[in-house]
């Protein structure tokens, strides 16, 4: 979807502001914010591009405004409403209706399993990569109106393959409920051929995308 | 019942959730954990496991004893090129978003950044929490067009024909920088060395050469 979440090269943003670099949090109400989203997480086994999907569809300047951890918060409280386990009305009262049907919420045991095992995303496929390294590609020139991560500023763009990376499970169909793996490749383009000021600049910009996002060259 | 996986349904309950809660941040997650924790879909000793874990264990030492361990063992340095997932776990760091970690190598004719446009990925087992400029708009939109301006307000300025290689972490790889190890640091060894690296350097804001 051209959403405001799909911000790289956009202009018209100032510095970087680096204020509270190195603390972890920032502030408490970060942190249980943080804490809150992940601990819900465990209350369904949905696809991580579900739950970018949702935030993506966050009011566009709630988006651009609310600290990070605060739209992760409310992302997950809308796949709540979304599958039944909460009600608009408990948010708008503050007051259950109801106790949670799940069995139990995560426990700390289950936080320190999750925080030591990696989530991993490979999968096995029968078809063969249709890029090797060193295939000049061009990637779509359209987007649709679901989730993708083939960013607005790549699209119709002629790049590189440097990569494959194997099969990973495709974002754009996750988003939509469906485990399909497809290739998937890291690519390279010349920061001049994405940007028209960058003309000349010996740059480039590295993109992970997957085989159904490109086209040979 | 299970998720929708429907955009229009989704963006309602979001505009829904704009007008119920609270508009002030803190007020919000309040009233949010509260309930949560009422409805019995959170358990408050879990919020605090998290919080402690990101607080007290995991975070950018993590990175830099990676970093400074590839500075001084070469079968170590290639290992984390060839595959860092498995040679952060090696030292016993695999956690979030780790499973598809690459590493990538600053040199003297190559500068690397790492970046998410699109949401805010980031190697949270290695780095620990992302800084809030990573995640801010600022960060996001500019890193892709505008690197050399980027860098120069972390400081860091580099030669015109040296080259800048941006990482857009589209996918579930994650990527942290190996940085160039600085002049003058011969003798030091490598707890010496860890102390040296900072988070941003991983991220490539901060190119450590002037670090000793």
Redesign the interface.
């Given at each position: 979807m051209d959403g405001v979440h799909d911000l790289g090269g956009k202009q018209g943003f100032g510095p970087v502001d680096r204020a509270h670099e190195n603390e972890p949090y920032h502030g408490e109400a970060d942190a249980r914010a943080y804490a809150l989203c992940v601990s819900m997480r465990a209350e369904r086994d949905y696809p991580i591009d579900w739950f970018r999907h949702v935030r993506e569809n966050i009011d566009p300047v709630d988006y651009l405004t609310r600290p990070y951890f605060d739209q992760w918060l409310q992302t997950a409280i809308a796949m709540a409403i979304d599958t039944g386990d909460l009600s608009m009305v408990e948010i708008a009262t503050g007051k259950p209706e109801s106790l949670a049907r799940t069995p139990a919420p995560m426990s700390p045991e289950d936080v320190r399993a999750m925080l030591v095992t990696p989530a991993h995303f490979e999968r096995a496929v029968a078809d063969d990569p249709a890029f090797v390294p060193g295939d000049r590609v061009r990637t779509a020139s359209q987007g649709h109106p679901g989730h993708t991560r083939l960013p607005a500023y790549a699209r119709a763009a002629s790049g590189r393959i440097v990569a494959h990376r194997g099969a990973h499970l495709m974002p754009d169909d996750g988003a939509r409920g469906i485990h399909r793996p497809e290739h998937l490749y890291t690519v390279a383009f010349a920061r001049g051929d994405l940007f028209p000021e960058a003309a000349g600049s010996p740059d480039r910009i590295h993109l992970d995308l997957w085989e159904s996002y490109l086209a040979a060259a | 019942?299970?998720?929708?996986?429907?955009?229009d349904?989704?963006?309602e309950?979001?505009?829904?959730?704009?007008s119920?809660?609270p508009p002030e941040?803190?007020l919000?997650?309040?009233?949010?954990?509260?309930?949560?924790v009422?409805?019995?879909?959170?358990?408050p000793?879990?919020?605090?496991?998290?919080?402690e874990?990101?607080?007290e264990e995991?975070?950018p030492k993590r990175g830099a004893a990676v970093v400074a361990r590839a500075w001084v063992d070469a079968g170590f340095r290639a290992r984390l090129l060839e595959d860092a997932?498995q040679a952060v776990a090696e030292m016993g760091f695999?956690?979030?978003?780790?499973?598809?970690l690459k590493a990538v190598e600053n040199t003297a004719s190559v500068h690397n950044l790492v970046?998410c446009?699109?949401?805010?990925c980031y190697p949270f087992?290695i780095l620990?929490?992302a800084?809030?400029?990573y995640?801010?708009?600022?960060?996001?939109?500019?890193?892709?067009?505008d690197?050399?301006g980027?860098l120069a307000?972390?400081g860091v300025s580099l030669a015109p024909?040296?080259?800048?290689?941006?990482?857009?972490?589209?996918?579930?790889?994650r990527y942290m920088v190996l940085p160039r190890r600085p002049p003058g640091t011969g003798g030091m060894d490598e707890t010496a060395l860890a102390a040296l690296v900072t988070?941003?350097a991983m991220i490539g804001t901060d190119d450590l050469q002037g670090a000793a």
């Open positions: - | 019942m299970d998720p929708s996986f429907d955009t349904k989704i963006a309950i979001n505009r829904h959730l704009h119920h809660l941040p803190a919000r997650v309040k009233a949010l954990e509260s309930l949560l009422e409805k019995g879909l959170v358990d000793a879990a919020l605090d496991a998290w919080i874990a990101y607080t995991i975070g997932a695999a956690g979030q978003a780790s499973g598809h970046v446009t699109l949401c805010s087992a620990g929490m800084p809030p400029w995640k801010a708009n600022e960060y996001r939109a500019r890193a892709v067009r690197p050399r980027v307000e972390f024909d040296m080259r800048i290689d941006v990482w857009d972490s589209t996918a579930e790889l988070r941003n």
